[in-house]
């Protein structure tokens, strides 16, 4: 059975769409810690990290040695990184073909704040079936 839906805390939501709003126009982008169960995926965590792709008004890039520093952190701790979140500004609530073409990760959730400044981010979340090349649109629920 494939799982539908992340478990994402209205508190972590607003924490990513006002991250976009902040950024904007540039993209924001950050991590999602969590557990990752038969059921669904749970966020507990928002780590914003800054975005350090050489043109982040297009892209966007974790900074990697916060994501090791996380990895590391996690490591026993039965939470890991569940996914990524960033921002498209202008843009649409799905993940673009650049976002295809740099996913890697199997079962990563990929957290999307689309919009504008005048009206408004709202979220999509999608996840990664690195077989199939594709990502698969899940729900969002508290």
Known sequence: M???VLHL?????AIVLAAAARAYPSECCGL???IDT?????GFTIHETANLAPDPAAHFLV???VQFALLK???NSGRCLIGC???HPNGRPEPSDTDLATAAEDGFLWLIAAGDSSQGFSLSAHVFEAPRK????VAIAP
């Open 32 to 34: 999602i810690e969590g």
């Open 73 to 75: 952190a996690l490591r």
């Open 2 to 4: 494939e799982r539908q």
């Open 38 to 42: 038969a059921d669904g995926w749970y």
């Open 9 to 13: 805390p209205n508190e972590l939501a």
């Open 63 to 65: 900074d990697p040695e």
């Open 85 to 87: 979140f960033h921002s």
């Open 134 to 137: 594709l990502f698969r649109k």
